[in-house]
């Protein structure tokens, strides 16, 4: 495998170091000057807010690191500067004053310097280092191609980078004679995933630190055609180094082609840095198997594990190994949820997690010995990140459907206090958005519990507009989640934001329905092979509900939407809706099954939830998914419908909004598409994010409020 490390020379590195000193003039986007002229929630103040992010503590436990970024839409871009506080979330102090992002920051040398990435002179993200006052930045990476990760061990010897080899052959390795062909020649499955041709593949390298220069770096998955970390969502969090730094955990799946695209099962790897050896810590363990992380005093290793392979929303278990004997258990067996993330608590007794339960994500706190789960939060909020503290105090963030993330302490009480019913303590530590919402007047949220035609209850969130009036007659929107096996919690979005929603006047609904998580295996696991089924009809259990029940909301101007497997439901539901619905906008959704089995690259994903191929003809799942594709009730349709789709995204052809938007055209249906091409399954350009958010409200504003119909 080629050597991406480069050889510089003292000369170089003067240039390097003097070209990025010139490009700490060029402007830094800083937080905007927002006043609102309305009190209300709209797309400025959307995209004035600061997004806060990576809360990491320093080794004594007395000051908090953490990242707050904003986005500039004149200059299409944004910015994530970082700042220092004290634990008890006084003395807020930025740090960086720089126009390119520092990301991944953490604390090394014993607290005393603060490592991160930011971009060298050619724009390569490197690994650096700084003083916690920002002073003294040095360039401690020099890879080729940058990285995107990075882990010190223990003793700070050692560090893992993520970096990237080069996979797939180009046309001027075929035939060099013709060196401006563009053509790909491709082979086995698996070469495309999400928003890009699959030419080059993450491997860690390892490499020697000596407390001023990242050296002796090693691909140590050299000459293997495998991922590590996977694709792609995987990042530093498949990496734990060893409690004595002689060796690496590392997350793999090692299959290509074929293999590689009808399975999920990764594995533990143990790699010892003096010998060089391999070791499959997790053999025979069918599902994913990843987050690796040891405890505190070094007797285990605890991970996340999927026990099939082919469901990559499977429950996450976790999982702990005693490192001596190397026995492993399922310490959450007795435990019907599926865990997000964990982290070790101090005392090496017990550790933290967080998982969808009920609506909403709080933190929980699991015993080591006795395997007892506590739920340690009751807010009505997600929890997101864990950044232990001490034995009883873990920093973490939290968001709501009314606002984004903050960072907040949560203190446990001891056990005796918690026998005699004293709740976990929560403070806020950072707020960085409250002088934007002390101008406005939000929205608000309520639960509601509504009969499903099977007998059952399903949490449903309703969000009103803001000075609420229950003898006004309100349009609504009625929300189809994406996933298809993602909690409808109390998430904050920035696209698909309930609140900005409520705040232009729509009641929103958004139910749990059948296949997220948060309410027991056997509610998520239902939407499995029954895509058009009963998650469908708790959709509409949902808008008849509200419609009984709820008479401020106007029946005949209620419309439809979501995203991905929310797609999906908007264009099956304009072919199946008896007339509940007045307009749908349906974002990157799957509007013809078939042609989506084929075009999707991750086929895992497909067999697993389609149920097969639609050619296996005795296949009975797999007949009755593909009988119900959306685009064989074309013929029902007669409802306005906007379509919007990025280009760039390889999950979902672009090529099926289109197919969608013809058919809607061809059949006389009132239609818009609005088409990204440079985007994929998400919209992430600050400029686009605008105008879809425009074009979103023009839609559903032209069918649905009062002066239009």
């Not at 991922?227 to 955990?249: H, N, Q, R, Y």
């Not at 019907?336 to 993330?341: A, S």
């Not at 994406?482 to 409808?488: C, E």
Request: charged share 20%.
């Amino acid at each position: 495998m080629k050597s991406i490390t480069k050889t510089i020379t003292m000369s170089a590195t003067a240039l390097l170091i003097s070209a990025a000193a010139a490009a700490e003039d060029a402007p830094i986007i800083e937080r905007p000057d927002f006043h609102s002229a309305t009190g209300v929630f709209d797309i400025d103040a959307l995209e004035a807010l600061g997004r806060v992010s990576a809360p990491c503590v320093s080794p004594d436990g007395k000051r908090v690191l953490y990242g707050v970024s904003y986005e500039s839409v004149p200059q299409n871009a944004s910015n994530n500067e970082l700042w220092i506080m004290n634990i008890d979330g006084t003395g807020h102090t930025r740090i960086t004053h720089t126009p390119k992002s520092e990301n991944s920051a953490v604390w090394i040398d014993g607290g005393r310097r603060i490592a991160f990435i930011y971009p060298d002179a050619d724009g390569n993200p490197q690994v650096w280092a700084m003083n916690p006052d920002g002073k003294d930045r040095q360039q401690l990476s020099h890879v080729e191609k940058g990285v995107t990760g990075f882990l010190f061990s223990p003793d700070q010897s050692h560090v893992v980078m993520i970096g990237s080899v080069k996979y797939a052959r180009t046309a001027a390795d075929i035939y060099p004679d013709l060196p401006k062909a563009t053509g790909r020649l491709i082979d086995d499955l698996m070469y495309k995933h999400w928003d890009e041709w699959v030419t080059e593949i993450p491997h860690p390298f390892v490499g020697t630190f000596d407390g001023a220069a990242i050296t002796d770096v090693k691909d140590i998955m050299a000459d293997e055609p495998f991922e590590s970390p996977m694709k792609p969502f995987g990042g530093i969090e498949s990496f734990a180094w060893t409690p004595d730094g002689t060796g690496l955990v590392y997350v793999s799946r090692k299959k290509t082609g074929m293999e590689y695209a009808v399975s999920t099962n990764s594995d533990l790897y143990l790699y010892d840095l003096s010998t060089g050896t391999t070791v499959n810590l997790t053999e025979g363990m069918m599902g994913y198997d990843t987050m690796p992380a040891f405890s505190p005093d070094g007797r285990y290793l605890a991970w996340l594990s999927m026990e099939r392979d082919g469901y990559e929303a499977d429950r996450n278990r976790l999982f702990v190994m005693d490192w001596a004997t190397r026995t492993r258990s399922d310490i959450t067996a007795d435990w019907d949820y599926t865990i997000d993330e964990f982290a070790w608590n101090p005392s090496s007794k017990s550790l933290w997690f967080i998982a969808p339960h009920q609506g909403v994500i709080p933190v929980f706190e699991i015993d080591l010995a006795s395997h007892s789960v506590n739920k340690l939060t009751d807010e009505l909020a997600d929890f997101t990140t864990l950044a232990p503290v001490d034995e009883h105090t873990v920093v973490t963030m939290n968001h709501s459907m009314l606002r984004p993330n903050e960072v907040f302490a949560l203190t446990k009480p001891t056990a005796k206090k918690m026998r005699k019913g004293v709740v976990s303590v929560l403070k806020q530590l950072t707020d960085v958005n409250g002088a934007i919402f002390a101008q406005l007047t939000m929205p608000s949220v309520e639960k509601r519990m509504v009969p499903t035609t099977d007998g059952r209850e399903m949490l449903t969130w309703i969000i009103k507009p803001q000075h609420f009036d229950a003898s006004t007659k309100y349009p609504a929107l009625l929300y189809l989640q994406g996933g298809p096996q993602s909690a409808v919690s109390q998430f904050w979005s920035y696209r698909w934001n309930f609140a900005i929603m409520a705040a232009n006047g729509y009641v929103v609904i958004a139910p749990n329905r059948r296949g997220v998580p948060g309410f027991g295996t056997e509610w998520e696991e239902q939407i499995s092979k029954d895509y058009p089924g009963q998650n469908m009809r708790d959709y509409l259990s949902a808008v008849d509900y509200v419609k009984q029940n709820e008479p401020y909301v106007d029946h005949a101007r209620i419309g439809a939407t979501g995203a991905s497997y929310g797609g999906f439901s908007t264009y099956w539901l304009a072919g199946n809706h008896d007339g509940r619905f007045a307009a749908f906008l349906a974002h990157a959704g799957i509007f013809n099954t078939e042609a989506q089995y084929l075009e999707t690259e991750e086929m895992w994903f497909a067999n697993w939830d389609m149920g097969g191929a639609y050619w296996e003809k005795d296949n009975a799942a797999a007949q009755r998914t593909f009988a119900q594709s959306p685009h064989r009730f074309v013929d029902r349709w007669d409802t306005p419908i906007m379509i919007t789709h990025g280009e760039y995204d390889f999950r979902i052809l672009a090529s099926q909004g289109m197919a969608a938007f013809n058919a809607a055209r061809l059949r006389g249906v009132p239609a818009e598409m609005l088409i990204f091409p440079d985007e994929n399954h998400w919209i992430l350009k600050p400029q686009n994010a605008v105008m879809w958010q425009r074009l979103f409200f023009r839609w559903f504003d032209k069918w649905l409020k009062c002066e239009n119909k």
